[in-house]
């Protein structure tokens, strides 16, 4: 064994270049991180167009084009640099965030894993002359040279995981699965920040895919809403989901629109199913979206042999906090499990709701700060969260047998 004083034994720091790969690898993780932050970077620039360009699945690459408000000269040299962001700038600020990204570590991350990185943006007092950027595997600026763009910014990722032999091969042999990952979480945004959840400002959005072979598919496909239906409501969302899978995904869908209050601090199941005591020390939710009836809804178009638009995976749940698509699986268990109490007993196969569901809550009662692809949010007091949406959706699914 190797004392304390050898050179293998001895604690050391690890070398920047070394700590920006290893970190790197652990903020973008497989191929639907890595869209989803460049998806996210267009809307926080407030694009109100994004384009996403597959080439191969992803594999040769990804590219990601919106007309939002362009990068500024001032800051070419800071946009691969990790930590360097224009979201915030001291942490308390995370409890009053309206923006995806904050940490200023995807581009960064991204530089470290793709064989290149290049970003074509202009601002609006430059357009149509714009500037194209070629990145380093440390984010920094490599090259420098003027190219013709309207207002907006284009990043084009070449070969993602090529510098990670062993995750790039993995990449390479499961590409159909993961391609269909990053579709699936992009549905969420289809639904969610692109029809105006959150935000209340809808974005046109599409998504293609060049396979080596063939023409080009286009996966999604999200108009602007026209002028006459401007003003965003669920309707934006209903379209956005006739968009995704045609009319039929509609039959029996209502609106989900419900306010209640949370004590901040829990107070114990015996008390989840009571809507009285609550003047102080209370914050204020209100859910809104779509959601199935677990049986057919009359007049809706659905009939007992072609049922509502219920599943037999949850392959169709979105589930946002303040318009950001998150994972919240203990309100999604307890949603599905008032659902799971009105369908027939004599089923053949489980059932799960058509959900879309955006919970508006203070900044003060969430953390959206707790994983790297910051799809896992923490609510304060979730236990008497979920009891209110099982108290406040019973009524609901009730009415459905109505």
Known sequence: MSGPNSDTGSIRAIDGSSIHRITSGQVVIDLQTAVKELVENSLDAGATSIDVRFKNYGLKSIEVLDNGSGISENDFDSIGRKHHTSKLSAFHDLTTLTSFGFRGEALSSLCALCED??????????????????????????SKAKGVRQRGTTILLTSLFS????????????????????????????????????????????????????????????????????????????????????????????????????????????????????????????????????????????????????????????????GRPCSLNKIQKAINDIYRTFIPSNATSNQFPFIVADFTIPGDAVDVNVTPDKRTILVHAEVELCGRIKVRISPLSRSFDA
């Open 117 to 142: 990185v290049t970003v074509t943006t202009a601002t609006t007092d430059k357009a149509p002359m714009g500037a194209v950027l070629e990145l380093d595997r440390r984010g920094e600026v490599r």
């Open 163 to 322: 510098p990670l032999p062993v995750r790039r091969k993995e990449l390479e042999r499961n590409i159909k699965r993961e391609f269909g990952k990053a579709l699936a979480l992009l549905n969420a945004y289809t639904l969610g920040p692109c029809c105006g959840l959150g935000s209340g400002k809808a974005v046109r959005f599409s998504v293609t895919n060049q396979p080596d072979k063939g023409y080009v598919v286009t996966h999604i496909s999200l108009p602007l809403p026209s002028p006459a239906s401007s003003s965003l409501s669920l309707q934006t969302v209903r379209a956005g989901t006739t968009a995704l899978w045609g009319p039929k995904a509609l039959n029996g869908v209502i609106d989900l629109d419900l306010e209640f209050e949370v004590p901040k601090k829990g107070k114990g199941k015996h008390r989840v199913e009571e809507d009285v005591d609550l003047v102080e020390d209370t914050f204020k939710i209100h859910v809104k979206g779509l959601i199935s009836s677990p049986t057919p809804i009359p007049g809706s178009g659905s009939t007992p042999s072609s049922g509502s638009s219920a599943r037999s995976a949850t392959d169709r749940q979105f589930f946002y906090v303040n």
